[in-house]
Each structure stands twice: as structure tokens, then as C-alpha cells.
């Protein structure tokens, strides 16, 4: 089982239907899956057609999904963003400042990191060092 962690807390999976790896997608999938070494600009062209991505981190330690995330923005990609896999409380508001819509961990972390400990970072647009440092 999976949990999904929004600025809200915990909730379940809502996302009906799967995703698919982008080294697999075919023309009429809608939901892709991520995986860091992929190329996020593969997309360009097809981004208003994708619902939703979802990338994933192998590790807590490995920070390329962010960057994908970001990339994705950028491209112009509007759906629904999800990272999964370990992605820690306390990289929560990085997920989110990021693009990330929403982050699934499994029920082991969300065990080990409760939902008090997410909800912590909830409030993740008024924790911005940039902007406290630009007045």
C-alpha cells in the first residue's frame, strides 16, 4: 500500500489508472512514469496530452527528480506531478517549491515519518529563505 502526502496531510491514492515508464510510453498513454535517468524533454510536444507523471527516487539521496520536476514546469507540463519512492519529510517543501503536486511513500515511511512530521513542512511557501532574504 501507498500513502500520498499533500499540503493537506495523508490521504489515499486517488489516481485511477497506471503509469507507465517513459522508455515504454505509446502514443495513447497518459500517465507516464519517471525514473532519474530518463530525459524529461522527450515530452516536449506531448506534455498538454499527459495527465499526470509520476517520478521516482530510488534514494532520499538522489536529487534528480527535483531537477526533472523543475524541468517539467519549465517545459510547460500543467497535470498533476507526483514524486514517489524515498522522498523524506524533510525534503518535502524542496518537492513542492520544486513542482511536485504531491509525494507517495509507502506505508513503512509513513510510518517512520508520521503525518505530524509532514504537515511540519505544509506550509512550505512561508519557509522560503529566498524570499525572507529579499525582503
Partial sequence: MTVIVTDKGF???DFEGGFVPLTEMGEADTALEIAPADDPRELV???GEIAAIRVT???FSDGRGFTHARDLRSLGFTGRL????HVIADQYAMARRSGFDEIEISDDLAARQTEDQWLARADWQSHNYQARLRG
Avoid: E, Q, W
Avoid at 82 to 85: F, I
Fill in 11 to 13: 490521504g489515499p491514492d
Fill in 45 to 47: 510536444g506531448r506534455l
Fill in 57 to 59: 527516487f530510488p534514494a
Fill in 82 to 85: 507526483r514524486a514517489a519512492g
